[in-house]
């Protein structure tokens, strides 16, 4: 069983940036491959970021790369998403993922354990 709580939400303006941070508890929670996912008002929830828990690998949406960054600290079992140059459009709520079976996957069946969410606004 893998805890995740995520932190670090709040409203910004447009160009703003955030760092949104996942504690992960639980056993061997380090070797686990972590995503974050998103979901905005009345949308389905989508993939933003994933990396592997060795760090080598990291993958983004289309629509996040070269503004936000997925990092992990595996000695604080806790995994981070840097946002630079927020839009309006990335408003949602911000969820943390765990996967035991897989790395870099897009997909959000592929991940076993998920955090409550954390809100993100972004005003224009």
């Known amino acids: 069983q893998v805890l995740l709580g995520e932190s670090g939400g709040g409203l910004v303006q447009a160009g703003d940036s955030l760092r949104l941070s996942c504690a992960a508890s639980?056993?061997?929670?380090?070797?686990?491959?972590m995503a974050w996912f998103r979901q905005a008002p009345g949308k389905d929830r989508e993939f933003v970021a994933t990396?592997?828990?060795?760090?080598?690998?990291?993958f983004y949406a289309d629509s996040v790369k070269g503004r936000f960054a997925i990092s992990r600290d595996n000695a604080k079992n806790t995994v981070y998403l840097q946002m630079n140059s927020l839009k309006p459009e990335d408003t949602a709520v911000y969820y943390c993922?765990?996967?035991?079976?897989?790395?870099?996957?897009?997909?959000?069946?592929?991940?076993?354990?998920w955090g409550q969410g954390t809100q993100v606004t972004v005003s224009s």
């Open positions: 990396i592997s828990w060795s760090r080598s690998s990291t």
């Open positions: 639980g056993r061997s929670s380090s070797s686990y491959a």
């Open positions: 993922a765990a996967s035991a079976r897989i790395s870099g996957s897009y997909y959000d069946y592929d991940y076993d354990y």
